[in-house]
């Protein structure tokens, strides 16, 4: 018996209100991250939040994933703060690792010259293959039909007074998003190029109605333009469909994780804009957020959720890649 949201009670501006007056679809869903021993306060400070905003409602429960055994003190420090079920495990060699084919070698000398952000850190490319490739596949994802992902030391700053799985299952919704920023192209030097080696060996993949002018310029490459994946909602069917490994399986083969610095937001953008059309596509836009470096406050958070922030301070409207998603038809 969970809370339902009387029709009348839905405040304007809410993406709520799109929701179909029906009872609540209970979806088997979790919150999951990756995370480190080390973030231990920083999450703890993103399940105050989403316990305050959200969970103390709807009690989804959460799974924490490392690529070393928790601590007890964290495991402890995190189930202290709710009552919904947690579980916690570590990560197998195959996922967080290298693939055979990858010259280690060539794979360091691309990390020591490296000079744009993270790009001298191996872990970081672990932990970008393994967002794209392999966290959908872990073993307790395994019975969910939905995921929402959250990350240490973000922040939301408005209540969520409805459930977004919910939402996403009732409107057939298959990605949900709520920052789109642009990429450092240096990361990604042939992403755009493995893209389109993939769409011509697998042309049956690709969506009729697909969101690729989006994510490309007048030229025909990609834009940068990517959803930020710390925040994401996600049909995990999506993930798990036949579309998107094959296309992680082409881009792992051509070494672009190591040998660059792919990370998983172009990555799952680029299969969103081959694979789904926009109304399969929903932007949080009422979900106040904020992951360090930028911010999206809702405009009437003067009005909606006890929200906590400036909307003027945190305009993700005016951003290039937003505005073109609204202006895309
Ligand atoms: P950014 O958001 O791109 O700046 O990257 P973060 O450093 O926030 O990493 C993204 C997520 O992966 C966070 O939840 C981190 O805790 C987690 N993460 C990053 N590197 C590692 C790692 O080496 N081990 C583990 N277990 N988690 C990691
Ligand atoms: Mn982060």
Redesign the pocket.
């Known amino acids: 018996n969970l809370p339902t949201i009387p029709n009348g009670l839905q405040r304007a501006g809410s993406q709520a209100k799109e929701v179909v007056d029906t009872p609540p679809i209970r979806k088997k869903a979790a919150l999951v991250?990756?995370?480190?021993?080390t973030?231990l306060f920083?999450?703890r400070k993103t399940i105050r939040q989403i316990e305050d905003r959200f969970n103390y409602k709807y009690n989804y429960p959460y799974i924490f994933?490392?690529?070393?055994p928790f601590t007890e003190e964290f495991k402890k420090g995190i189930q202290s703060l709710t009552s919904s079920n947690v579980t916690f495990d570590t990560?197998d060699s195959e996922s967080?690792g290298y693939p055979p084919w990858i010259d280690r070698e060539k794979a360091k000398q691309a990390r020591d010259k490296a000079d744009y952000?993270?790009g001298k850190?191996e872990?970081?490319r672990?932990?970008?293959r393994f967002?794209s490739g392999y966290v959908y596949r872990h073993p307790l994802l395994k019975n969910l039909d939905f995921y929402w992902r959250?990350?240490?030391?973000v922040k939301y700053f408005c209540d969520i007074d409805y459930d977004p799985f919910d939402f996403m299952a009732k409107n057939k919704k298959v990605y949900g998003w709520n920052m789109a920023p642009n990429e450092y192209m240096k990361t990604i030097p042939t992403l755009w190029k493995v893209t389109k080696d993939f769409m011509k060996e697998y042309p049956e993949h690709i969506n009729e109605n697909n969101l690729l002018k989006w994510a490309t310029n007048e030229k025909g490459e990609y834009n940068g333009c990517h959803f930020w994946t710390?925040f994401e909602v996600v049909d995990l069917k999506f993930y798990r469909s036949k579309a998107y490994s094959d296309y992680f399986n082409f881009l792992d083969k051509s070494g672009g994780f190591f040998y660059e610095r792919w990370?998983d937001?172009p990555v799952h953008t680029l299969a969103v804009a081959m694979f789904l059309s926009k109304d399969q596509v929903h932007f949080f836009k009422d979900i106040g957020y904020y992951?360090?470096?930028m911010g999206s406050c809702p405009k009437d958070s003067d009005r909606i959720g006890k929200c906590v922030c400036n909307p003027k301070e945190h305009n993700q409207m005016s951003y290039g890649c937003v505005r073109s998603w609204l202006d895309l038809k």
């Open positions: 991250s990756l995370v480190r021993n973030d920083g999450m994933l490392n690529d070393v990560l967080w952000i993270n850190s872990s970081y672990f932990m970008c967002q959250i990350e240490p030391d710390n990370g937001a992951h360090p470096a």
